[in-house]
């Protein structure tokens, strides 16, 4: 299809729609999907303690048979992700709750971390009694601004959290710096970023002490839910596994625990989802990333649509979304949240994205959240204040970001057309 060069009537205002046709959807899945789930329910054996495990580090990740299917995912996706260890867990959330334990997050610590993302990359910190602490966004990337990093360190800083948002990867080689100078811990939350890779050599959850993954069912690998954790640190495999497992540890009688944990076991069937998952990603993240290239090119020549920039060095990229930046200014001053309603009408399923940051929740300012804090000693700031300290997570939130889902972007050229066939009828209709 080509680009609209006339106005047209908008289907927002009685016009024929640009698409009527269903994009892809997800998740993508077959009866591969549905034999691992019925070869699990057949075992009888529907957690991985019903298996004996093996150590760490010990385990042949090509043999299935007669294993845990959580051990087999864990050590696939450690694998697939340039890891020596990973552990399975019940969520994304989970996973970052008891890497920021592992980690040694105590009570009243300050965590730094970003504005811009789901809000379990702040309740993470919060359920651990910690005190979450924002930089303000790239307005070029929408990643943390790692630039702002050293100006929230105080004597209580003890740990920064970035988050590889739509799967652009964060300057990690500077946050690793600061880290390291700081003598402070790195817990990357890459919920979005699977088998997203730097310089052909190392991949996203690697960088720090901790990765964190989501296998929510609208993440790049689905398992409807799940999570994921990956070190390379030996000790830090067998701590998050302690945490995760009820505070035990191998080799020990089931009855006895040494830390105060929680019950955050992946179950088979999860798993079994997981490693089926698995054998598509990185075949789907290539059309999704061809994909997004074709169209980017299309939308970066339409006035008022920048593609958001990806980190210098990304070789492999999982475009959970594909992030745009608006300008109104540019296409008559048409607000960002109708334009997105225009597209809709247009058959194209654009998303404006998050349209406050996390500190902006009701819980961040609730008396009920600051009083559980000062029960405990400890004073929570004044999260209303960071609207001043982050104008480019609130111009992103308010005003620019479109979002555009990685399902779309494992469509046909001819479904890239319509994206952009629909994006530039909306403009064209606004402009001159």
Not at 285 to 295: G, K
């Amino acid at each position: 299809m080509t680009m609209t060069k006339t106005k047209e009537k908008l289907a927002i205002h009685g016009g024929a729609p640009v698409r009527t046709l269903p994009f892809t959807t997800w998740p993508q899945h077959d009866e591969a999907e549905a034999r691992a789930v019925a070869e699990v329910a057949r075992s009888g054996k529907w957690w991985r303690c019903a298996y004996g495990t093996t150590e760490f580090g010990q385990r042949d990740a090509n043999n299935i048979v007669g294993r845990s299917r959580a051990e087999v995912f864990e050590d696939l996706f450690a694998q697939a992700q340039g890891a020596k260890y990973a552990l399975g867990v019940t969520s994304g959330s989970a996973a970052l709750e008891v890497a920021l334990r592992a980690a040694g997050i105590q009570p009243g610590d300050e965590v730094i971390t970003t504005p811009y993302t789901f809000i379990a990359t702040t309740t993470c910190i919060m359920n651990n009694m910690a005190v979450p602490v924002y930089t303000d966004i790239d307005p070029a990337t929408y990643n943390m601004d790692a630039g702002q990093i050293e100006l929230r360190i105080t004597e209580r800083t003890r740990a920064i959290l970035p988050v590889h948002f739509s799967g652009n990867l964060c300057d990690m080689e500077t946050i690793g710096a600061i880290a390291r100078k700081h003598h402070l811990r790195v817990i990357e939350d890459a919920a979005h970023a699977h088998g997203v890779e730097y310089e052909g050599r190392q991949y996203a959850g690697t960088f720090g002490d901790f990765g964190c993954f989501s296998f929510q069912e609208s993440k790049n690998l689905p398992t409807g839910e799940g999570g994921m954790i990956i070190t390379n640190n030996r000790e830090n495999i067998e701590r998050v596994y302690s945490l995760h497992h009820f505070g035990r540890k191998e080799g020990e009688v089931w009855y006895k625990h040494f830390h105060q944990g929680w019950n955050y076991r992946m179950n088979e069937f999860t798993a079994a989802i997981g490693i089926v998952q698995l054998g598509r990603l990185f075949e789907q993240n290539a059309r999704r990333m061809e994909n997004y290239a074709y169209l980017v090119n299309k939308l970066a020549k339409l006035p008022g649509i920048t593609p958001s920039a990806s980190h210098p060095g990304l070789t492999k990229h999982s475009h959970h979304l594909a992030m745009l930046r608006y300008d109104a200014r540019e296409v008559g001053g048409l607000h960002r949240n109708e334009f997105v309603k225009a597209l809709a009408a247009e058959g194209i399923p654009a998303l404006t994205g998050y349209t406050f940051p996390n500190y902006a929740n009701p819980f961040m300012t609730s008396e009920e959240t600051r009083a559980r804090f000062r029960a405990a000693g400890i004073s929570l700031p004044d999260y209303a204040a960071y609207a001043e300290r982050c104008p480019h997570c609130e111009h992103a939130c308010h005003e620019e970001s479109i979002w555009l889902e990685h399902r779309l972007l494992l469509g046909t050229r001819e479904d890239m057309d319509d994206i952009a066939e629909g994006f530039a009828k909306v403009i064209g209709a606004f402009t001159a």
